[in-house]
């Protein structure tokens, strides 16, 4: 459907935090869109919350009965989506309103497969109901990006895209082409292999932050893990060699040491 968005949600053990992203999807200003949400085999109330708190005909559950991953989950949401549209939210992130509204203009204005944009982090869960934008904003970290169009050798250099605000336009590549492996940067290899795709395509930034990715602290405690994750998409999940993944892994360190000084 022309101007559809599929958003994909896997959920796993979420009883604390979902309803929070789903109502930030219910109150986006832009309408036409399909919420796809996988709930991978939760022990907790996941499904009852989702069940009993939520009516929505733009809404689906898909209950799987075997815990498949994170990367399994989004597969499987992607091989339901309807849209021309893929998005991402995980179950514990929420968006700002016009985060879609946004994003769909930007696909309007840019011959680009992938639109994403700036957001904020923090460990605080808000009500995206009750809690302002601005008070959200005043009290998070903003992550941002310096260039607007991004191609594979700026890639290549570290991911900039955070998940929850990225979008692909099926009218420039294949739904079979978007495939989550079972690596520890999924989202990372992913990025990569479109941007590989063809090269006469580039990814969108806009630095407005459209939405709130919490931080978890088994996240961010162990950085050796997370570069070492960062080298296997390179040498293993696009098949580089020693020498062209050590750049790139160089490139990334760089990357990171400056966004940790800026």
Request: glycine share 4%; with cysteine; proline share 1%.
């Amino acid at each position: 459907m022309n101007g559809l968005v599929s958003i994909i949600m896997p959920a796993h053990n979420s009883e604390q935090t979902i309803l929070n992203s789903i109502y930030s999807v219910l109150l986006q200003s832009y309408e036409n869109f399909e919420l796809i949400i996988v709930d991978d085999a939760s022990t907790d109330k996941t499904s009852e919350v989702i069940l009993n708190k939520v009516n929505d005909k733009r809404i689906k559950v898909i209950s799987l009965r075997k815990n498949v991953g994170i990367a399994g989950a989004r597969n499987i949401g992607i091989q339901a989506a309807r849209g021309r549209y893929i998005a991402f939210l995980d179950s514990d992130d929420f968006w700002f309103d016009h985060k879609l509204s946004s994003q769909i203009n930007s696909f309007k204005d840019h011959s680009c497969v992938v639109s994403f944009s700036a957001y904020v982090r923090g460990r605080e869960l808000f009500d995206i109901r009750k809690d302002t934008r601005a008070s959200i904003l005043k009290q998070s970290s903003l992550v941002s990006e310096a260039k607007t169009k991004l191609t594979l050798k700026d890639l290549q250099m570290g991911n900039p895209v955070g998940m929850l605000t990225a979008m692909i336009d099926l009218e420039r590549i294949s739904k079979r082409d978007i495939v989550f492996q079972n690596y520890k940067h999924e989202d990372y290899l992913l990025w990569l292999k479109i941007a590989s795709f063809n090269q006469r395509y580039f990814f969108n930034y806009t630095d407005e932050p459209q939405g709130y990715y919490l931080e978890h602290v088994s996240q961010t405690s162990n950085k050796l893990k997370s570069a070492i994750w960062t080298y296997d998409v390179y040498r293993d999940g696009m098949g580089y060699s020693r020498a062209k993944s050590t750049m790139c892994f160089v490139g990334y360190m760089v990357r990171q040491i400056r966004r940790r000084f800026a």
